[in-house]
């Protein structure tokens, strides 16, 4: 299918089979993740692949757990120490260091449409620590992983769709926060 083919399929699905996602597909994520532009080509975008249930668990019990779902979750993180940042510039960093790994997140989930994969991404920020939206902190939801150096930038969950279309790409879902999924005309979108 042509890109902007995969692009019309690509929705987010939160409803998933327990079916194994190949190592093949996560390996085309990565790569395609990798391949996504950065700012001042820093390349600073870091990954993680979750398939152990427990772990998986884990990030669900304590961000939401539509996350529990998943039959695979493949974290972003931003590593803050790959690049030397000018006294006075962290906070242009900060923004740019978010959007380079947003890159590699939207990359991903078209890959993961490509191959049939339902997908969806769930955002992650220190700002979250000690807020309504996380039950724990940071620091339990990734043990082992120095959140030091690798800032959480957000999860895509991956699995096969419950519910598919007539050819077998994730159905979307009508609505989401009480709006419709359905897009607007793009010229509703020009400023
Ligand atoms: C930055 C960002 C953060 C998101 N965070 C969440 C989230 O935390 N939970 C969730 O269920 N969906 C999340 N989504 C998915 C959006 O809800 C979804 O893209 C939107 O409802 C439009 O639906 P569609 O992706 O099917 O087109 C996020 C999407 C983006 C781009």
Redesign the pocket.
Known sequence: MSLLGIMSK???T?QFTDKPIPCSAVDAMLWSAVRAPSGANAQNQRFHVYRMSDEINNLGDIR?P?IRRAACVIAVFIDTEHLQIPDGEESIWAFLNEQNA?ASLMSMALVATSCHIGN????LNKSMDGTRVLKGTLAEMFPGIDLDRYEPH?LLLLGYPKSADFHDYPR??ES??GRP?ARRPVLEYII
């Open positions: 690509r929705c987010s939160r939401t539509i947003a969806c991404w769930i955002s957000g979307s879902e989401h926060c999924v």
